[in-house]
């Protein structure tokens, strides 16, 4: 059985900071991308970062840019997402997705978009005063 368990989320003042964890069984999880993907209430899903399989190579949308930061332990099957300077506009339901890196891809291979083979369950973001 495939599983994303994220966890780490609540609620935070604006300007502080949470640690998302996604921990993954079910897969060989050094053999995916992985990234973060958050909805917001009344809003479509938003990829908001991407890692490569190997943990080199990161991405993020421009709305994190310099707050956020993607990482993972591959020897523990978790990713993680740290958030810092939280702003109001980041709550948000924050899911972790993982999608295969196809045959002959780079090793640095990312994805950002809003399609993958698995996804967690979500957890909860809020960031109000």
């Known amino acids: 059985e495939v599983q994303l368990v994220e966890s780490g989320g609540g609620l935070v003042q604006p300007g502080g900071s949470l640690r998302l964890s996604c921990a993954a069984s079910?897969?060989?999880?050094?053999?995916?991308?992985m990234s973060w993907v958050r909805q917001a209430p009344g809003k479509g899903l938003e990829w908001v970062s991407a890692?490569?399989?190997?943990?080199?190579?990161?991405s993020y949308a421009d709305s994190v840019k310099g707050r956020f930061t993607i990482s993972r332990d591959n020897a523990k099957n978790t990713l993680y997402l740290q958030m810092n300077s939280l702003k109001p506009e980041d709550t948000a339901v924050y899911y972790c997705?993982?999608?295969?890196?196809?045959?002959?891809?780079?090793?640095?291979?990312?994805?950002?978009?809003?399609?993958?083979?698995?996804w967690g369950q979500g957890t909860q973001v809020t960031v109000s005063a």
């Open positions: 997705a993982a999608i295969q890196v196809p045959t002959g891809a780079s090793g640095s291979y990312y994805y950002s978009g809003l399609e993958y083979d698995y």
């Open positions: 079910g897969f060989t999880f050094s053999n995916y991308a």
């Open positions: 890692i490569n399989s190997g943990g080199s190579t990161t």
